[in-house]
């Protein structure tokens, strides 16, 4: 059974100049396998940022289904979703999105304050210095974002979205900002990292070299999976 699967499933916004809907997202229907790794790529505005919004819950579609873990997500309340996305899904984005009056253990730690049922904080604690060691910034969880470099700061954002174990990683062109060797070890330690927690791992990205180290490349054009 597929972890996360997509049925069907299109989406329009509306132009806010002509107020006419434009189509974004055509009758797509796709599965992500438990520990699988999947690129999306395709050109500026095809729909990849709107699938992946969908695939973590931040978006419904305007038709079709999305199934998560065997469990259909139609007609689910907004807190549902919540707890859902907290829970089982994690978010990595172009921007780190660090908080700059925090720490990097705090910044770690923040996703595990929206948790209903809260772990004890030194377990809490315990994994972030745990995944910080295994990125290799052990040393720097006191310091502040200011005081990392661009490659640092992408590496808290990743550890911040496994910290509490989910189950699906969704990355939306997390190397965008960085220059090519810090991209490549950051898409090599996702991956490591992915295949260690058996988690599923979904990132759009715009370059090809960064696509073809998943497991498996999704091309988007005019809105549909080719």
């Not at 002509?18 to 790794?37: K, Q, T, W």
């Not at 809260?118 to 005081?147: C, T």
């Not at 990132?203 to 070299?209: D, E, G, I, K």
């Not at 498996?216 to 809105?223: A, D, F, S, T």
Request: proline fraction near 6%; charged fraction near 20%.
């Amino acid at each position: 059974m597929p972890l996360i699967e997509l049925k069907t499933v299109s989406k329009s916004y509306t132009d806010p100049g002509s107020g006419a809907s434009v189509p974004v997202l055509r009758d797509v229907s796709l599965a992500i396998e438990a520990g699988e790794s999947v690129a999306i790529v395709g050109p500026s505005g095809c729909g990849k940022s709107t699938l992946l919004n969908i695939l973590g819950t931040l978006d419904e579609p305007d038709e079709g289904e999305v199934i998560f873990d065997g469990s259909s997500l139609r007609g689910s309340k907004a807190e549902q979703l919540s707890a859902l996305r907290s829970q089982k899904i994690g978010f990595i984005f172009q921007l780190h999105h660090l908080m700059p009056q925090c720490t990097v253990l705090e910044n770690v730690l923040l996703p595990t304050l929206a948790l209903k049922d809260k772990p004890p904080a030194a377990k809490s604690s315990a994994r972030a210095e745990q995944l910080l060691a295994a990125v290799g910034l052990l040393d720097r969880m006191s310091w502040k974002p200011a005081q990392l470099s661009g490659g640092e700061r992408q590496r808290v954002a990743v550890v911040r979205a496994l910290i509490n174990e989910p189950r699906l990683i969704l990355a939306d062109e997390p190397t965008g900002a960085l220059d090519e060797k810090n991209a490549d070890s950051l898409t090599a330690l996702l991956l490591d990292l992915q295949r260690q927690t058996g988690t599923s791992l979904v990132m759009v990205t715009h370059h090809p070299a960064q696509a073809a180290k998943m497991g498996r490349v999704l091309k988007i054009h005019e809105g549909r999976i080719e």
